[in-house]
Nanobody
């Protein structure tokens, strides 16, 4: 069983930066592909970035150049550095771990004011 706990969300102004963290319990973190998603009200959950167990990142076009995903297997933690935030980035942000199954955190709210 894997438990994921996100943190780092909050209310910021346009142009600000935030760094989200997701810490995992259990022993499979280092073998898992980690990812960050977000879900805005009334919208589907969307994938933002992934990082393989070896540390290779991937991004969707909408966040490429603004968001950076990273991980530290020794700390069982994955981060999402978000820069130049705009109101459209407001959403609940979730991390996920994919190994034998897919596991989700509870989410952290990010609100960007104009």
């Amino acid at each position: 069983q894997v438990q994921l706990v996100e943190s780092g969300g909050g209310l910021v102004q346009s142009g600000a930066s935030l760094r989200l963290s997701c810490t995992a319990s259990g022993t499979i973190f280092s073998y898992s592909t980690m990812a960050w998603y977000r879900q805005a009200p009334g919208k589907q959950r969307e994938l933002l970035a992934t990082i393989s167990s070896a540390g290779s990142p991937g991004y969707v076009d909408s966040v490429k150049g603004r968001f950076t995903i990273s991980r530290d297997n020794a700390k069982s933690t994955v981060w999402l550095q978000m820069n130049d935030l705009v109101p459209e980035d407001s959403a609940v942000y979730y991390c996920s771990a994919r190994f034998d199954s897919i596991y989700w955190g509870q989410g952290t709210q990010v609100t960007v004011s104009s």
